[in-house]
């Protein structure tokens, strides 16, 4: 049963830094593109980050291209998602996930953890 | 920018078949979108459905369909019931490693 649990969300002040954490069980990790979905309070999901197989290729919203880096470390099968300078629309719960088809088709999901940027 | 666009809601009454779109705002959805769907009930994660848009995620029951419709791509439910009230959002592939979700739809069973 493919699992993915995410961690390091919390609350952080404008313009300060997270890493968000997700540990991936079930699958192949190094064989499945992966990606990050937030979705703010009460609105829809945003896709936010992939990242391929190897780690070797990356792709960014334009909201967050510049100030978000993901990154995996396939021997620890845990997927990453460094925030800096981050901002109030930033609040959010962020979901990994697994994608299907390369970087495309999110499949299984992680619970999410929630990231709150306020002062 | 591309839009992807979802009706922000539709009703179906219990037993009856509903089909939710999703579209573009300049252009038409082709399976190289590889459009995915999601359910998502209050306070819990998404659940794929429908990935690539008509492979049926592990576990869900066949009465969820997917397909391109015209220049859409298509979420059937058939024989609706009670607990698929739920957000349902789509997701297609853009390229070059962007993917983008519409707004989503509100579905109501009653």
């Known amino acids: 049963e493919v699992q993915l649990v995410e961690s390091g969300g919390g609350l952080v002040q404008p313009g300060g830094s997270l890493r968000l954490s997700c540990e991936a069980s079930?699958?192949?990790?190094?064989?499945?593109?992966m990606t990050w979905v937030r979705q703010a309070p009460g609105k829809g999901l945003e896709w936010v980050s992939a990242?391929?197989?190897?780690?070797?290729?990356?792709y960014y919203a334009d909201s967050v291209k510049g100030r978000f880096t993901i990154s995996r470390d396939n021997s620890k099968n845990t997927l990453y998602l460094q925030m800096n300078s981050l901002r109030d629309d930033d609040t959010a719960v962020y979901y990994c996930?697994?994608?299907?088809?390369?970087?495309?088709?999110?499949?299984?999901w992680g619970q999410g953890t929630l990231v709150t940027v306020s002062s | 920018q591309t839009v992807v666009t979802q009706e922000p809601s539709f009703s179906v009454s219990p037993g009856g078949t509903v089909t939710l779109t999703c579209g573009l705002s300049?252009?038409?959805?082709?399976?190289?979108?590889?459009p995915s769907w999601s359910q998502q009930t209050p306070g819990q994660a998404p659940r794929t459905l429908i990935y690539?848009?008509?492979t049926r995620s592990s576990g869900v029951p066949d009465r969820f369909s997917g397909s391109i419709l015209g220049n859409k791509a298509a979420l059937t439910i058939t024989g609706a019931q009670a607990d698929d009230e739920s957000d349902y959002y789509c997701?297609?592939?853009?390229?070059?490693?962007?993917?983008?979700f519409g707004g989503g739809t509100k579905l109501t069973v009653l």
């Open positions: 996930a697994k994608t299907e088809v390369g970087v495309a088709a999110p499949g299984a």
């Open positions: 079930g699958f192949t990790f190094r064989s499945y593109a």
């Open positions: 990242v391929s197989g190897s780690g070797g290729d990356t």
């Open positions: 300049s252009g038409s959805v082709s399976t190289s979108y590889y």
């Open positions: 690539s848009t008509n």
């Open positions: 997701v297609l592939y853009m390229g070059r490693g962007i993917s983008v």
